[in-house]
């Protein structure tokens, strides 16, 4: 008997072999197992289970490969649009450092250039831009000692409600009126013309302090609040000097914050009176000397100081008497 070699095809990667033999020829007497001595119905090579190596896995041929492994504890959550934040890196590691802390911990410029070799500046601008888009939230309150404290707050998603108002027993279904819609904003030109005192006060604070210079539409935002003041009866320079005394020596924020601050905290009580004029002492009128002709400053006229001091410095005449 004679039989043909196996032919070999390759198909996706994977050898297999075939024969054209599907069946051994009658009175070969091919063994199938054990001392039966039967013939087997088909060759052994087409059986369904071959030993032939399976496909080897797909892979990526370029680009990153991630090896995941499962995290249990010690970890945190970012979210894409965070993590795939265009722009500085600096912000994306100061805003992920923030959210693996534990609510507390210390987030001050200085608390985090010990962690980050970046300098006060880069961080002071993370920290700013990271308030911008709404990833951290500055709140001022005022503690039950009447202290004005500073809360910063940290989110995963801008625009989240804090868990602790989140987490607050809802309140009870009541039957009630609609709200109100809010009225629109007006239009600067419009508060231009209704609060021109309080527009051109918020104009004129570059003048004591280059650094208050306000866009128009700040401008727009916190002159009601000045009016506010105007009506409960101080003067425009008091306001003044309530928003410019005494600011820190670095504004690392926009000005309109400072300031709407100092407005809404050290706003004074409404006057019921115009205050007082402080006593000032009378003015003495001016007199020309009799001697040089020179102004100065006396109740009757008469003679100056130098002409006072000329005359009692002066000898006397001598008086001759005749014989």
């Known amino acids: 008997m004679r039989l043909r070699s196996p032919q070999f095809h390759c198909d996706g990667g994977t050898t297999a072999a075939t024969t054209a033999h599907r069946t051994a020829p009658g009175g070969t007497a091919i063994p199938v197992r054990g001392p039966d001595h039967k013939e087997e119905k088909t060759f052994p090579m087409t059986s369904a289970h071959s030993n032939a190596p399976s496909s080897a896995p797909s892979r990526v041929s370029s680009g990153v490969i991630h090896i995941r492994t499962r995290q249990t504890s010690h970890f945190t959550v970012l979210a894409n649009r965070l993590a795939q934040r265009a722009g500085s ?46 990833w951290l939230e500055r709140r001022v309150e005022r503690g039950p000692r009447g202290r004005v404290v500073t809360r910063t707050f940290a989110y995963d998603v801008p625009g989240a409600v804090p868990e602790s108002a989140a987490t607050s027993a809802p309140a009870p279904e009541t039957c009630r009126e609609p709200e109100p819609a809010a009225p629109p904003q007006q239009a600067p030109e419009a508060v231009r013309e209704a609060l021109p005192e309080a527009v051109g006060l918020l104009a004129r604070l570059p ?114 008497c005749a014989a």
């Open 89 to 134: 890196a600096v912000t994306v590691g100061v805003a992920a450092y923030i959210l693996s802390l534990p609510d507390g911990a210390p987030i001050t410029i200085a608390a985090l250039c010990t962690h980050f070799a970046e300098g006060k500046k880069a961080i002071a601008e993370a920290l700013r831009e990271l308030e911008d888009e709404g």
């Open 207 to 320: 003048h004591r302090d280059r650094r208050l210079l306000l866009s128009e539409r700040e401008i727009t935002t916190l002159a009601p609040a000045v009016t506010e003041w105007l009506d409960r009866g101080v003067p425009p320079q008091e306001i003044a000097a309530a928003l410019t005394d005494g600011l820190p020596a670095r504004i690392n924020r926009r000005p309109a914050r400072l300031l709407a601050h100092r407005l809404a905290v050290l706003r004074p009580p409404a006057r019921t009176s115009p205050l007082p004029e402080p006593d000032r002492p009378p003015v003495v009128p001016l007199q020309n000397c009799d001697g040089c002709d020179r102004a100065f400053r006396a109740d009757h006229p008469g003679h100056c100081r130098a002409c006072r001091v000329s005359a009692e410095a002066r000898p006397a005449p001598e008086v001759h």
